[in-house]
């Protein structure tokens, strides 16, 4: 079955400093794959997907992530961590039946002055 | 542009209330619609989704129903709320079918607030 792993339920990191969240994906054929921000009391909104070609993805908000299929793995980077970025992240992958998209439970990430 | 609008933004009912909390697309046709619900601190739980007009798909047995009387309208009905029905209402949309460059993305509205006391 089609399934999506977000190991860290809560990560805090200081303004500055660089950040790894990690999304692991069970998938049978090649995946889409998804990185989500939720802001609190807010919708989600994409930061970035993969599809096909590079396996390194640019995003919004200076994010970037990493398809690696031998590690079933889509982690999301950014380099330097600013406030703003507090939020709750959700690594999704599309499913097979019906435009569906699998979620992982989300990482809440804080953010250290 | 494509913009997803969800009313009311919060809301609090009694218990054994009716509810009916309404989604509508702007900007394109025929999308794929989806009610999500947050719990307080878990994640997103798919609730229904729907492929065409009066096309509903439920995805968990519960106390609520969906409808789409239009294109773009996507709403969100219970007869008599629970308190477990309380959370974080997300209404989303997306491409339907297999489009040249679409991934099956959804865009999500603001969502609704629903608290039952």
């Known amino acids: 079955a089609q399934s999506v792993t977000q190991p860290d339920i809560h990560i805090t990191v200081s303004e500055g400093a660089s950040l790894e969240l990690r999304c692991n994906y069970s998938?049978?054929?090649?995946?889409?794959l998804f990185w989500y921000v939720q802001s609190p009391g807010q919708g989600l909104q994409l930061l970035l997907k993969?599809?096909?070609?590079?396996?390194l993805v640019q995003g919004i908000k200076g994010f970037e992530a990493e398809f690696k299929r031998s590690q079933s793995s889509f982690n999301l980077r950014k380099p330097s961590v600013h406030w703003s970025d507090a939020a709750e992240y959700f690594c999704?992958?599309?499913?097979?039946?019906?435009?569906?998209?699998?979620f992982g439970q989300g990482t809440e990430l804080s953010v250290k002055p | 542009s494509q913009t997803i609008h969800q009313w009311p933004a919060t809301l609090v009912q009694p218990v054994g209330s009716p509810l009916s909390l309404e989604c509508t697309v702007e900007?394109?046709?025929?999308?794929?619609l989806y009610w999500y619900r947050q719990a307080a601190g878990r994640g997103l739980q798919l609730l229904f989704y729907?492929?065409?007009?009066?096309?509903i798909s439920s995805e968990v047995p519960q106390n609520l129903s969906a409808s789409r009387p239009q294109d773009r309208q996507f709403i969100l009905s219970s007869k008599k709320l629970l308190l477990s029905d309380s959370g974080f209402y997300l209404c989303?949309?997306?491409?339907?079918?297999?489009?040249?460059?679409?991934?099956?993305?959804?865009?999500f509205g603001p969502g609704t607030r629903l608290t039952v006391l």
């Open positions: 999704a992958v599309a499913s097979n039946q019906g435009g569906k998209l699998i």
């Open positions: 989303a949309w997306s491409v339907t079918g297999v489009v040249s460059g679409s991934s099956g993305e959804q865009f």
């Open positions: 998938y049978g054929a090649t995946p889409y």
């Open positions: 729907s492929v065409g007009i009066g096309q």
């Open positions: 900007g394109t046709s025929n999308p794929n």
């Open positions: 993969y599809f096909s070609g590079d396996t």
